[in-house]
């Protein structure tokens, strides 16, 4: 399976995307409310973003709850895993 | 207290998943029909979702005689029927009328959306040439209320107010507003949207589609059904309608309309722009909130509109709001998009006329945050003498119309 | 007022390279056009949002709502309304267009076929409606009043500012951002080629009145006035650049693009007229829809023919889309922004590149070459190739001693 710093690569380029901040500069811990000033139109477009790339499909309860880059690194690593499984 | 220069509703048209027909589809109301089940227009196999309201057995040859009916788009079809419908129920000859003073004012929330997804299908083959010279003459949605005039030969104002999923409440706004300026002396004001998979799809993925069952307001709602259909009301000033011994349903008071300005899909977390939409409402047309009999809620049924709808009501209302039934027919029709608030509003015409409100069906229990009386399962009689009919859209945009008995 | 075209970025830029003869033409060098013959358009090439706001996430917005957005930026402004004022009032925003965006609304439907519908951008939705950009703009500026899209055809603009001047009129609303707008982009471009309806390549010309003329040229623009009730723009020290004093709206309803829509024009125009309280020769002068369309320009000549025919002295008439292109949604409000303008600077701007005038068409007093002009009040035409006809009037704002 990727490793994380990968995912996580793959997932900042996909928040760049969504609001112009270079990728480079988002911190693994950015909350997308709080510290990205993100409404819930722009989060839901990247948690979908992300999940076309990595070819799964999360349930709408999990979509709406990830809060944080690291709370979607690890809905992907789940997802990754469940698809392998 | 209604003076001449009221405006005044004469005749409905109604082209709905539950019937066709200002008859057809009151008594489908009362009743309680359910217009869902699977979609049929397109292949639903990629979504998790399969639900819609779409209308069977519409043949737009028994509507449409001027225009040719494969040149225009199903919008029109159904918008040209509504206004048939309308026309016949109000019992208006255009022959006898001038007809530079009768105009069609329209809402949509798609227009012609069958047009551009040809477009595309041709597109991502890779067949563009496929697309022809009448692509752009029958998808800007500028041509709904375009086809209704030249099928009726209208030659006053035609426009489309394409406001989403509140837009027939801004047509018959707008025509009012016309009609108190003398502007004109006829309008046929109203809603129409087909069945659209661009919609379908964006709200689908947006987790606002119902899987099973729309109930608004209930515990366990757990989102809203797309559908189609067209609803036009003929409005006229009072005077004339009374010089012509037309028939009147009821009198168009006055309206609110606001904007959020706060996020574009959804609404304000304390209700605010809803209740400010109300409150011009109710002031610009003379009313107290205890003289509200019916609130035809927006009602479609997600968990989040239904509950910030219920605060934007508690809001405008304070206690009042737990004396006032409101009711949701969306859970009937489902979201007919910028049909819905046309349709709402004959609703709520009917309603006054007939004396009875209709049900919010499939409502089985209770949410303690949608506390109200939302008329569940069952109609209800009651004297209707003003009726108010919200719809809110994306974009923020908040509507409210008020409708009101006509004393002699 | 706030306009982004591409001959400028201000009322005054505009209707300098107006008067200059400027052409905003220029190919069609984007990706994708390749199979299209029409190679020339009136894009703006250079359009960048953050200019306009600097310090916000543009990225939720389309190209439609960025225009808007950023015109309306330049609108308020220009106009004295700033943060707090918006935060005490409740200001409406009505806007024309005839698209929105079928831009957005194709690839979120192509991305959605391609990939699958469970990865369709939510944010493309969001756009898809054509009421988009109206509400985008509000988030953006905060205008809490009345939110409404108007869509018409190529006279959404016009009609919208007639639409938002009523709404005034009828003690709706005290001030309301009016406007129109319409985004270039490939999927409109196409349609109206199929249809004929551009001017073609080679031989082709998109002048107005040319005896040579063969169709428009399709342009993108966003314009924006902000409309105050009189007394309390006064009272709130406004500079008023204007005053609209009427407008008609009407639509013919046995129009098929043969040249039949004189009438439609005719009665719009006596409706602006009564709706006014202005009479034919108080109109000093006429910025025509006129964009090159063989038929419709044709209609509008007569029309206005028809209707000064008997005065003894005709009233000039320029037509900017011969340089500004065919903008659909904003074209109305562009032409509108002009006419401001010559009010201001005495100088009506010529028809750029109209060698012959056809000479089956009546005579006029057509403006070829930009001239000095005073006017007191002009009237502004919009015209559909689909039925739809709107006629505005503007003065110059009356001094109340």
Redesign the interface.
């Known amino acids: 399976m990727m490793d994380t710093q990968s995912i996580k690569t793959i997932i900042k380029q996909s928040i760049s995307?969504?609001?112009?901040?270079p990728a480079e500069t988002i911190s693994d811990s950015a909350s997308y409310e709080g510290d990205l000033?993100l409404?819930?139109?722009?989060i839901?477009?990247i948690a979908?973003?992300v999940?076309?790339h990595f070819k799964f499909?999360a349930s709408?309860d999990e979509?709406?709850s990830i809060r944080t880059v690291e709370e979607t690194v690890d809905l992907v690593r789940r997802r990754l895993c469940a698809e392998v499984a | 207290m209604t003076s001449t220069t009221a405006v005044v509703v004469t005749g409905i048209g109604l082209v709905t998943p539950i019937g066709t027909g200002r008859q057809r589809f009151w008594d489908a109301l009362m009743a309680g029909h359910s217009g869902f089940g699977p979609v049929k227009s397109f292949d639903t196999g990629g979504f998790g979702v399969h639900l819609g309201a779409e209308i069977a057995d519409f043949n737009p040859r028994d509507y449409v005689f001027a225009l040719d009916p494969e040149t225009i788009g199903r919008s029109s079809h159904l918008a040209i029927a509504a206004a048939r419908l309308a026309l016949q129920d109000g019992l208006l000859e255009l022959d006898k009328t001038d007809r530079r003073r009768a105009g069609v004012c329209v809402g949509t929330t798609s227009g012609e959306p069958h047009f551009i997804e040809r477009f595309d299908d041709h597109y991502v083959s890779g067949e563009l040439e496929r697309v022809g010279k009448e692509f752009i003459t029958r998808y800007p949605c500028h041509v709904v209320p375009g086809h209704v005039a030249k099928e009726l030969g209208l030659a006053g104002e035609a426009m489309m107010i394409p406001t989403a999923c509140a837009a027939g409440n801004y047509a018959i706004a707008h025509a009012s507003d016309l009609l108190r300026a003398r502007k004109t002396d006829f309008m046929l004001a109203g809603g129409a949207d087909s069945f659209s998979r661009i919609t379908y799809t964006g709200f689908a993925r947006l987790g606002a589609i119902a899987p099973e069952v729309c109930q608004p307001f209930d515990r366990n709602r757990k989102g809203m059904v797309p559908g189609e259909g067209a609803a036009m009301l003929l409005l006229e000033l009072k005077e004339r309608a009374i010089a012509r011994g037309a028939r009147i349903y009821c009198e168009i008071g006055g309206y609110g309309l606001s904007c959020d300005a706060h996020h574009m899909t959804a609404a304000h977390p304390q209700g605010e722009g809803a209740a400010r939409a109300m409150n011009i409402a109710l002031t610009k047309s003379g009313v107290a909130p205890s003289q509200v009999d019916y609130i035809s809620a927006h009602g479609t049924g997600t968990p989040t509109n239904d509950r910030l709808e219920t605060i934007a009501v508690k809001k405008t209302f304070g206690q009042l709001a737990y004396e006032i039934p409101i009711s949701s027919i969306k859970s009937m029709l489902g979201h007919t998009m910028g049909a819905a608030s046309a349709i709402e509003a004959a609703a709520c015409a009917l309603a006054i006329t007939e004396g009875r409100i209709p049900p919010t069906m499939n409502w089985v229990s209770k949410d303690p945050e949608c506390d109200l009386d939302y008329v569940p399962n069952v109609s209800r009689a009651r004297d209707v003498r003003v009726a108010m009919n919200n719809a809110y859209a994306f974009g923020g945009n908040n509507s409210s119309l008020i409708l009101t008995a006509s004393s002699a | 007022m706030g306009v982004i075209s591409s001959l400028g970025d201000s009322p005054a830029l505009l209707h300098s390279a107006l008067c200059q003869g400027r052409t905003a033409l220029h190919p069609v060098q984007e990706p994708g056009f390749d199979d299209l013959t029409c190679r020339q358009a009136g894009h703006i090439s250079a359009f960048h949002p953050e200019v306009y706001l600097p310090e916000k996430n543009l990225r939720p917005l389309d190209r439609t709502g960025q225009l808007v957005v950023c015109a309306a930026k330049l609108a308020l402004v220009n106009s004295g309304w700033t943060a707090d004022k918006l935060g005490a009032h409740d200001v409406g925003l009505v806007l024309g267009t005839m698209f929105g965006s079928v831009h957005t609304i194709s690839k979120f439907d192509r991305h959605a076929l391609i990939q699958g519908p469970s990865y369709a951008s939510p944010m493309d939705f969001a756009n898809t409606v054509i009421n988009a950009a109206a509400g985008q703009t509000a988030i953006w500026h905060k205008l809490r009043g009345i939110n409404s899209t108007i869509a018409c055809g190529s006279t959404s603009g016009l009609v919208a500012l007639g639409y938002a001047t009523d709404l005034i009129r009828y003690g709706h609303q005290i001030a309301v951002l009016a406007g129109g707008a319409d985004e270039f982009c490939f999927e409109s471009f196409c349609g109206f080629e199929r249809a004929g309806l551009l001017y073609g390549n080679g031989e082709g010309r998109p002048v107005p009145f040319d005896h040579r003329r063969t169709g428009f040229a399709l342009g993108e623009a966003a314009g924006l006035l902000m409309l105050e009730d009189w007394e309390a723009a006064v009272s709130r020290g406004a500079n008023i650049l204007a005053e609209i004093r009427g407008y008609g709206s009407t639509y013919n309803p046995v129009s098929d693009q043969s040249g039949n829509e004189s009438d439609a024009i005719v009665r719009a125009i006596q409706a602006a007229t009564e709706d006014a309280a202005l009479s034919l020769v108080e109109i000093d002068c006429i910025s025509a829809s006129a964009n090159g369309s063989v038929n419709l320009d044709r209609d509008e000549a007569f029309a206005v023919k028809t209707l000064w025919n008997g005065y003894s002295s005709l009233v000039p008439i320029t037509a900017i889309k011969s340089m500004v292109g065919e903008t659909l949604g904003a074209s109305g409000v562009l032409q509108a922004i002009d006419l401001v303008e010559t009010m201001r600077t005495g100088q009506l701007p010529g028809i750029a590149g109209l060698d012959e005038f056809e000479p089956t068409l009546p005579s006029l007093d057509i403006c070829r070459h930009e001239r000095s002009i005073r006017v007191r009040s002009g009237l502004v035409n919009s015209i559909g190739f689909d039925g739809h006809a709107c006629a505005l009037l503007i003065s110059k704002p009356q001094d109340p001693n």
């Open positions: 995307r969504v609001t112009g901040i000033g409404d819930s139109l722009s839901l477009e979908v973003d999940e076309n499909q709408d979509l709406t």
